[in-house]
């Protein structure tokens, strides 16, 4: 069935695919691979905002009502930072926004609208998604969005500065954090983001259930695609939940509705439960996707076939389906009925063990492989080594009766940000600097990639690691000047040591950008596989033109097939054909479906 | 700096069994970190780069992926059921102890007021008194905090009572606990709660059985003075 789809797809699109000026090549593109760069280099800034914003919580923490450093400190009008010192009110819009534009306009756009639409039809053997024009109307979705959320900063009142989590009532009803336009902006641009994220994962769905190249069986997919096809069913499930929820939010804002404020006999804990039953789905979208990737770059520079390929396709699953029922762990400690507590417990442990087999598994691939050192697979290492991190302080927070004293401390900080930049982010590191030549055409730069990987490691470390002992003292989240508190005033060295480390951190991305950047002109011609890799997408040119395959891709064997004992060559593109007979023990050049080998 | 990761003191009666769970997790998770970050480091150096060598073609083992399936979910059921007997000895209903000294907590932007029932024991009468951000209980006495919010759901929080409890406005929840010392304690709000939340704190006094029942006198009487 999807042989032939996908077949006639190929034929009616590989028309007119030339000359369509500046505005529909680089601007209104349809082309998923230009969409992939728009989406990533919008991510970028915005990850560099919401990086500005963490430096400016951090300079707050480190240094308490100290004026911010002169080359910004007149930067900010008095209902922000009069003289440069940060107000309460502000303190509590940068923790918002830093977290809604990392977690909304930085990390997803990343995860899902680079990488989804770079490799999923790359890797499948498909000329393009199978809805081009929606394809284009999810990016566009996203900088207007940002616009209106970026737009908040400057209205009356301020910045949303609710949470990212926005808990009701503080955040239906302007009177109490006197935000009342910037908190209606905040829902309003979510509401919109929210359908990129849905027009873009119907468009991962359908593209790779129908659009698979001959012989492109389901278990021959290689794993980044397997993570992006389960994030595009988390995303379209999870999203219009958490859109119907800001719309009520807005009505009670707006309107005067009653569904979250008690006053008209609304539930304020209905929000939680709405928020965190999208809100744990949408953890694994952020970082699922990362997995994937990181999963292809350790098999590719250990040379070797991915250790339990079906394990990891099914413990993604998993992970896809236990993350629904797991939220209320984000709710021990909010009134929740206590006796759902153990239900939530148990499901919240369970989802530890896919976890765990993923993490094995990456690190049986690394055994007795042949480790190539490059820079993404120093990145794939870190994530695995700083998401075991974040893993294992994970379970602090699954045993309830731990939670009561973790809940909304330090350690929930240390845990998230291990996951979501120790996990994602170098995850992210490792996707780009591996899959860049195959986007731009030239490789980064080896020299500046390690420093960069090296000082961020040292100084990621150092920033994230003693959040933990802050959790371990009592010190609460989102709090202004901890030294309000007695006993929290004999942290104050490390919550400055801590800020430095964040501001060296910082500084080091810098290096990132300018390699990035200089690359792209300077940057060594990659070629066509400059990794040699099995997946399709090594197969294009570099980059790939429209319609992405000269011709109609064939695949005959799974994408992990390195260091195969009967071949010279220590990788085996899945779309070479077997050779006729005598080697190997593949004889027929057949795309009918076959098992993995070895499996 | 303190990068301890020792539990700070505590001074309730559930207090060592929580961090009793806390540092059996403490040290099954320190094992498997220290077990597998060596583990990478080896496979990283050991099987590094060189030229002329193969990587060896293994696909997997179903062998392994039973083993490091069944540990684990051994593990972590084994924890979840042990946390399952501590929370309910905490937060069940049921099992707040019947004796225990009621006191309202309500939760507002930015304080929090105790509300005490006096002398007939009963609230909403003459003899109730607040006091504004300074809980006083006694020691060896259950206490059970009734609490609420006025406006935004503030979080009730005693970090050496190993008490955390979100108050929500709209609702009553019921926190207990039992002082095993005397001195003063902290009060905290863990909940963004607004432009003041960081500075929404108290404190906790557990006095012995006698100078509770003074300081309650006291109170009345300067509330009776109104």
């Not at chain 2, 020792?6 to 220290?34: K, N």
């Not at chain 2, 108050?167 to 709000?189: N, S």
């Not at chain 2, 404190?203 to 309650?216: D, G, I």
Request: glycine share 10%; net charge negative; aromatic share 14%.
């Amino acid at each position: 069935m999807s042989t032939t789809t996908a077949t006639e797809t190929h034929a009616g699109h590989a028309e007119g695919h030339h000359d369509l000026g500046f505005m529909r090549t680089y601007i209104f593109s349809t082309d998923h691979k230009m969409i992939a760069r728009q989406f990533l280099f919008t991510a970028l800034l915005f990850l560099a905002l919401g990086g500005a914003l963490a430096v400016m919580i951090r300079w707050q923490l480190g240094f308490p009502t100290r004026p911010l450093p002169l080359p910004i400190r007149g930067l900010f009008p008095d209902t922000m930072a009069p003289s440069g010192i940060i107000l309460p009110e502000f303190y509590n819009s940068l923790v918002t926004m830093h977290a809604t534009f990392m977690v909304f306009f930085a990390l997803m756009p990343l995860m899902a609208g680079v990488f989804g639409n770079l490799l999923i039809p790359l890797q499948i053997g498909a000329d393009d998604m199978a809805f081009p024009r929606i394809n284009m109307l999810s990016f566009w979705i996203t900088p207007v969005a940002g616009a209106i959320m970026l737009a908040s900063f400057f209205v009356e009142g301020g910045a949303a500065g609710a949470g990212w989590t926005s808990y009701a009532p503080l955040s239906a009803s302007g009177e109490w954090t006197g935000v009342y336009m910037g908190q209606i902006l905040w829902l309003v641009s979510l509401i919109i983001l929210g359908f990129s994220s849905i027009t873009g994962a119907l468009n991962y769905v359908t593209t790779v259930i129908n659009m698979r190249a001959p012989g492109m069986t389901w278990f021959r997919i290689p794993l980044a695609t397997w993570s992006l096809f389960v994030t595009a069913w988390l995303l379209l499930l999870a999203i219009p939940i958490l859109t119907g929820g800001l719309i009520l939010l807005l009505f009670d804002q707006t309107i005067g509705t009653a569904f979250f404020r008690p006053e008209g006999s609304g539930e304020p804990l209905l929000w939680q439960h709405i928020f965190w039953f999208f809100g744990h789905p949408e953890v694994y979208i952020l970082i699922l996707p990362a997995m994937g990737f990181v999963s292809e770059v350790i098999a590719n520079r250990s040379r070797k076939p991915i250790f339990g390929y079906h394990s990891m396709v099914v413990a993604m699953v998993a992970i896809g389906f236990l993350g629904w029922i797991v939220w209320g762990h984000h709710m021990f400690q909010s009134g929740m009925n206590p006796l759902l507590g153990m239900t939530f417990v148990v499901t919240t442990v369970v989802i530890a063990v896919p976890s765990a087999i993923k993490t094995f598994n990456w690190m049986g691939t690394l055994w007795r492989g042949n480790i190539h050192m490059d820079t993404p697979l120093l990145h794939a290492v870190a994530f695995v080594a700083l998401f075991i991190i974040g893993g294992l302080s994970g379970i602090f927070m699954a045993s309830a009766p731990v939670d009561i004293y973790f809940h909304d401390t330090y350690f929930i900080v240390a845990h998230l940000h291990y996951v979501l930049v120790g996990g994602s982010l170098f995850g992210i590191f490792a996707g780009i600097t591996y899959y860049y030549p195959k986007m731009f055409g030239r490789m980064m730069g080896e020299g500046l990639g390690k420093l960069h990987f090296g000082l961020s490691f040292v100084f990621y470390n150092m920033a994230f690691f003693p959040m933990h002992n802050l959790g371990v003292q009592g010190m609460m989240r989102r709090i202004y000047d901890p030294n309000q508190y007695a006993f929290l005033q004999g942290l104050q060295p490390m919550n400055t040591f801590i800020s430095i480390s964040v501001f060296l951190f910082a500084a080091t991305q810098v290096l990132f950008a300018f390699n990035f950047l200089w690359s792209l002109k300077a940057g060594r011609v990659a070629g066509n596989n400059p990794w040699k890799s099995n997946t399709l997408l090594w197969t294009t040119p570099s980059p790939p033109p429209h319609g992405n395959f000269p011709e109609m891709p064939i695949v005959y064997r799974g994408p992990y097939e390195y260091s195969h004992p009967d071949r010279d060559e220590d990788f085996w593109p899945q779309d070479e054909p077997p050779v006729a007979s005598g080697s190997g023990g593949q004889t027929a050049a057949s795309p009918i479906p076959e098992p993995v080998p070895g499996d | 700096m303190n990068f301890s990761w020792l539990m700070p003191e505590t001074v309730s009666t559930y207090g060592p069994t929580i961090d009793a769970v806390y540092y059996v997790i403490l040290w099954i998770t320190g094992i498997v970190f220290f077990a597998t970050e060596i583990t990478l480091l080896v496979f990283m150096v050991k099987y590094r780069h060189k030229e002329g060598r193969k990587a060896e073609y293994i696909h997997g083992s179903n062998k392994a992926e039973i083993i490091w399936t069944t540990i684990p979910f051994v593990i972590v059921m084994g924890l979840a059921f042990y946390s399952k007997g501590i929370w309910d000895e905490i937060r069940d209903p049921d099992l707040i102890p019947a004796d225990a000294y009621t006191i309202q907590v309500i939760g507002q932007q930015f304080e929090w007021n105790a509300t005490y029932s006096g002398a007939d024991g009963q609230f909403g009468t003459a003899d109730d008194f607040v006091s504004r951000n300074a809980i006083h209980i006694a020691v060896n006495q259950p206490v059970v905090v009734q609490l609420e919010a006025l406006e935004v759901i503030h979080s009730f929080f005693l970090p050496e009572f190993r008490v955390k409890q979100d108050a929500v406005p709209g609702m009553i929840t019921p926190v207990w606990f039992e002082a095993t010392r005397t001195g003063e304690f902290t009060l905290a709000c863990a909940e963004l709660c607004g432009l003041g939340h960081y500075r929404m704190g108290g404190t906790v006094t557990v006095h012995s059985a006698a100078e509770f029942q003074n300081w309650l006198s006291e109170q009345q009487a300067a509330a009776g003075d109104d």
